[in-house]
């Protein structure tokens, strides 16, 4: 009888938690650290102009493919690395992904992938 409650209880537990996220609020990835989804919608380079200083590969970014996005999220940004998806309806159309402690950079065309594998720029920043 202790172990049907037991079982009874963590399945009522499990059933009743929600891990509902609102877009536009800072959500946690597996490593810990906070992501950042924003919308760019109306003002599309408010998150290269909010985040210019403290991401310094937006300004290769903005160079090599535009600013030009309906939304950019950063799903991962930790310690040693970060991604960046840049997104037009829904569907992202880039990714970046930059090694902070190499300070190099990689942007990646995720929808015209070629004989690179998409890739449009690999090199260190500076």
Known sequence: MK?????????????????????????EDESGSE??????????????????????ELRVVEEEIGTDFDEVHV??????????????????????????EDQRLKIINTKDQDEDDGLIYEAKVE
């Open 35 to 56: 992501a950042e989804s924003e919308n760019v919608g109306e003002n599309e380079q408010s998150f290269f102009e909010n985040h210019r200083g403290e991401m310094p």
């Open 75 to 100: 799903p991962n940004d930790n310690e040693g690395s970060r991604v960046i998806l840049y997104e037009n309806d829904g569907i992202p159309a880039y990714k970046s992904v930059y090694i902070k």
């Open 3 to 27: 172990k049907i409650l037991a079982i009874l209880s963590v399945v009522i537990l499990v059933g009743c938690s929600t891990d509902d996220v609102n877009e536009g609020e800072s959500i």
